[in-house]
Nanobody, 127 residues
Framework: QVQLVESGGGLVQAGGSLRLTCAASGRTFGSYAMGWFRQAPGKEREFVAAISRNGGSTVYADSVKGRFTISRDNAKNTVYLQMSSLKPEDTAVYYC????????????????????WGQGTQVTVSS
């Protein structure tokens, strides 16, 4: 069982930056691939970024590529999402997700691939 708790959301002006943090419980954090998703009002939850269990592989949605960076610290059971050059269309609730991984390359992009989810943190970007 893995419990995920997101933090770091808030209100920021367009062009600004935020760093989201996802803290995970358990002693096998390094065995899990991690992802970030987001859901805007009235829209489906969408993929943002994913990182492999050892941090060696990352993948991003086209809409955030070059602006967002996912990283992890397995010693701290934590995954981060550094968001820069934020736009009003980035406004959403951001969710952290985890899935057990058997290799160092797995970076899932689909919601159904993930087993565990956090409760989300609100990010609001004003224009």
């Amino acid at each position: 069982q893995v419990q995920l708790v997101e933090s770091g959301g808030g209100l920021v002006q367009a062009g600004g930056s935020l760093r989201l943090t996802c803290a995970a419980s358990g002693r096998t954090f390094g065995s899990y691939a991690m992802g970030w998703f987001r859901q805007a009002p009235g829209k489906e939850r969408e993929f943002v970024a994913a990182i492999s269990r050892n941090g060696g592989s990352t993948v991003y949605a086209d809409s955030v590529k070059g602006r967002f960076t996912i990283s992890r610290d397995n010693a701290k059971n934590t995954v981060y999402l550094q968001m820069s050059s934020l736009k009003p269309e980035d406004t959403a609730v951001y969710y952290c997700a985890a899935v057990y991984s058997r290799n160092d390359y797995y970076t899932p992009k689909q919601r159904f691939e993930y087993t565990y989810w956090g409760q989300g943190t609100q990010v609001t970007v004003s224009s």
